[in-house]
């Protein structure tokens, strides 16, 4: 992983990496923070290196659930943060697909939440373009 990465995880207020098990998930999300919703980052280690990496949001259950379905597959280690609300948690979930464009698992942009108008925050991005296309046409549609 590249020293941008750790500065960019550090800026965004991602958690350091914890062990993909369920004592880990125990640790990180007790109490009260079982039933939170946020951000995560999987990634799968060789040695000290990530070689693979997917971001995700939790926003329709707990993100403690969410990680919980991924400790039988590739992925090794978590990062997360927490959300205040569905916006913000796609928000960063749009964040974080930029900055790994390319170098991740995840190979469609994020859906916007259910019933909402929300757009990427990122200046250039190409999925707000197609989706404000998309909008336009549902709007000529319901006229
Ligand atoms: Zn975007």
Do not use: W
Not at 94 to 121: A, M
């Amino acid at each position: 992983m590249s020293a941008n990465d750790q500065d960019y995880f550090r800026a965004e207020g991602y958690s350091v990496p914890y062990q993909l098990t369920k004592l880990d998930l125990d640790v990180a999300f007790a109490r009260d923070k079982a039933e939170m919703i946020g951000n995560y980052i999987v990634e799968l280690y060789f040695e000290r290196n990530v070689v693979r990496r997917k971001a995700g949001r939790a926003d329709e259950q707990p993100l403690k659930d969410r990680l919980a379905t991924y400790l039988d597959s590739k992925y090794t280690r978590f990062r997360y943060k927490f959300a205040a609300s569905k916006a913000a948690a796609f928000e960063q979930e749009c964040r974080d697909y930029h900055q790994f464009d390319g170098r991740s698992d995840n190979e469609i942009h994020p859906d916007r939440p259910n019933g909402t108008k929300l757009v990427c925050p990122h200046p250039d991005c190409r999925a707000t373009q197609i989706q404000e296309i998309a909008d336009s046409i549902d709007a000529l549609l319901d006229e």
